[in-house]
């Protein structure tokens, strides 16, 4: 039977800039995945403005296979709440009826109800509904139109059966697929023909480049920014560190000249205390604090511990010391300037760690954002559900968003955007035509391999992107695609966790660091030579990077890999230090043994996991 398309559109500016936030739109995916068995989704979030708006009803108006859109959001009475002003407009004819179903079943809820300007009617042969933006509110009107929607679309015609899934047909009395009409099978149209051979060639026209020419070429076409090594080398102190003598330690501070012996202790003197004038007899001291001012009139301090204690005043002070060490000029004193002068180099070199960075800047009093490349995540995949929301048949978690943003937090980059979207050419069109309007780079994952659904490459070629490969010969990530249009640059990894997770690392880190300006060398992950312990492991036809637990015995390197490798299994990632470069079989060498040494990347700092 043929699938229908629901079209859910989330209309509220906080969604659109924050998509995490929208509630409603997941959960209207949801009720109709799990109230109609061959249905398809697509999805998109705007902000409240009429005219996009407008332009993306109408465009999912224009398409035959979308017959149902629900907006959620924007029919209040806000100043921006503009939803039904938008769709009024596009309506052939109007549903009052249906309007009034929703309104009676709401206004049973809540007398709030009446508070909805919501419309619905017909524009084509697509059937427009306008839900409130509250959760609770979209899962009361789906109740209202559920049951009826299956007729309504059978009546606005091309005889389209929505097949409403209940309990009992779900028990297996499901009408049976002659009663409905069976569709004009269409043939898979795979969008990677070569060219190369006839109509019944189905390989990839992508040729499979290795590794190392994939990063050379993307690290050739990114161009590299020198705002943050310019931002670096030109920043002078505006302070001297430290700006007064500092004690080196907790003691006491004299005159040099005086010799060691009895001395009067006249004052006490704290870390942020003022400098202390007082002139100093060469038979007194103060006692300083670490960190304190050092009085004008004294040129060292010594330490605590190289002194005994005589007396002590009425009040408990110490009054006298017997300072058991010569004390020499300059002793445990950092002069003015001594770590860092005014109008230094704030950076000796250039640092791209934020923690160095917004630490060294603070230290002379400053605080300015970092300048990082802008990075936009995007899933895609019909079949993801958002972490927190509940389990459909069929459906799966997205792993992917939250694994990539937490990739690129973890080594100093942020993502500005972060979007989920169904494998809908439209949506994936319009979402890749806007979204580098606001970002230079997208982390896309899924989408990219042999499917008729996978739309990605499709979508870059026509919306003018050079498609620099759409293959690379390594696994995880054979269908890796890197794609570029001036200085915007669009990274597709595979949709499989572990793949995405291996070509993040391999590729799209580098990009960032070498787009931030990092020195060439530092730009992938670091290289360690390791020592196999696992015998026996079957290589693969292509060049295979590996998830491998590190062991240090007497200083040198063993790797462990874990456990099952499929790059389905995100736990492989578990306990995963390094990488482990391991080369494609070939005749002579169709496996890897135990002792034998290989190359491996290094995932995380702290990448030894056991000592023995
Ligand atoms: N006929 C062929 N099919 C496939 C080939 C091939 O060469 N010929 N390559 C396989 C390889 S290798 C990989 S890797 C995958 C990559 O496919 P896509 O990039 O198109 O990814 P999807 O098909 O969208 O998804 C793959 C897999 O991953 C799951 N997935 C996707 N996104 C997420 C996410 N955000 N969180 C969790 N899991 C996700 C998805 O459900 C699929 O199971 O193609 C092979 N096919
Ligand atoms: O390349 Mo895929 O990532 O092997 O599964
Ligand atoms: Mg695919």
């Known amino acids: 039977m043929e699938s229908i398309t629901f079209g859910v559109l989330t209309i509220s500016d906080t969604c659109y800039h924050e998509p995490a936030k929208d509630r409603s739109g997941p959960r209207l995916m949801a009720l109709i995945a799990e109230s109609f068995d061959n249905s398809q989704v697509i999805a998109a979030v705007l902000p409240d ?3 996009l708006i407008q332009r993306e009803l109408r465009k999912w108006i224009d398409r035959d296979d979308v017959r149902v859109i629900i907006t959620t959001g924007g029919t209040g009475f806000a100043p921006r709440d503009v939803t039904p002003e938008a769709t009024k407009p596009l309506l052939d004819k109007d549903c009052n009826q249906l309007t009034l179903a929703i309104a009676l079943t709401s206004l049973k809820k809540t007398k709030f109800a009446a508070l909805s300007r919501g419309v619905c009617g017909i524009a084509g042969n697509t059937l427009v509904l306008n839900f409130p933006g509250s959760e609770k509110a979209v899962v009361e009107c789906f109740e209202a139109v559920r049951e009826l929607l299956p007729h309504a679309l059978h009546l606005i015609g091309n005889n389209v059966a929505l097949v409403a899934r209940t309990h009992a047909e779900v028990q297996g009395t499901a009408q049976s697929e002659a009663a409905v009409p069976s569709p004009v099978k269409r043939d898979h149209v795979c969008p990677h023909k070569t060219g190369a051979g006839d109509d019944i060639d189905r390989n990839s026209p992508f040729p499979m480049v290795p590794v190392h020419q994939a990063l050379d070429t993307i690290l050739s076409v990114v161009q590299r920014s020198n705002a943050s090594k ?16 500092a004690s080196i330690k907790d003691g006491y501070a004299m005159k040099s000249t005086g010799f060691s ?7 006490c003197i704290a870390a942020g205390d003022k400098v202390n004038e007082h002139p100093l007899q060469e038979d007194e001291c103060f006692k300083i604090n670490t960190g304190a001012p050092v009085p004008t009139h004294a040129d060292c301090v010594v330490q605590v511990e190289d002194t005994r204690l005589l007396q002590r005043d009425k009040y408990g002070e110490e009054s006298l010391v017997d300072i058991l060490v010569e004390p020499k000029a300059g002793l445990d004193i950092r002069p003015i300037g001594h770590d860092m002068r005014k109008g230094d180099k704030v950076f000796p070199a250039a640092d791209y760690s934020p923690v160095v960075y917004k630490s060294l800047l603070a230290s002379v009093g400053l605080q300015q954002q970092q300048r990082k490349p802008k990075v936009g995540i995007i899933s895609t995949g019909s079949e993801l559900l958002a972490p927190h929301q509940p389990a459909v048949a069929g459906k799966i978690y997205d792993s992917n968003t939250t694994m990539l943003e937490e990739l690129l937090l973890y ?14 050419l439209a949506t994936i069109r319009s979402t890749l035509s806007t979204l580098f ?3 230079d780079f997208v982390i896309c994952s899924g989408g990219v391999s ?12 026509e919306l003018k992107f050079e498609l620099h490969f759409g293959r690379v010969n390594m696994k995880p990530g054979k269908p890796m695609t890197f794609a570029s249009r001036g200085n915007k640059y669009f990274f597709g990894l595979p949709g499989n966790p572990v793949s995405a997770f291996v070509t993040f690392h391999l590729f799209a880190l580098p990009a960032l660091r070498w787009a931030d300006g990092w020195e060439r060398v530092k730009c992938p992950l670091p290289i360690i030579n390791i020592s196999l312990l696992n015998d026996a492991i079957d290589l693969d036809s292509r060049p295979e990077y590996m998830r491998a637990s590190v062991t240090s015995i007497n200083g040198k390197l063993y790797a462990r890999i874990n456990g099952n490798q499929i790059s389905s299994r995100l736990q492989s990632i578990v306990g995963a230090d390094v990488l482990i470069h391991l080369p494609g079989r070939t005749a002579e060498k169709p496996q890897a043994h135990a002792g034998e040494t290989y190359k491996a990347s290094v995932l995380r700092y702290d990448f030894i996991s056991h000592y023995e």
């Open 49 to 51: 403005e009429r005219d």
């Open 411 to 424: 080594f100093g980059f942020d993502c500005t955007q972060k979007l989920v979207l169904g494998d809908d």
């Open 261 to 267: 012996g009895t001395k009067r202790v006249v004052d």
């Open 437 to 439: 309007d606001t970002v």
């Open 450 to 461: 042999m499917g008729d659904k996978d739309y990605i490459k499709p979508v870059l070629e």
């Open 230 to 245: 310019q931002q670096m080398d030109q920043l002078r102190s505006p302070v001297n560190i430290p700006p007064f003598r």
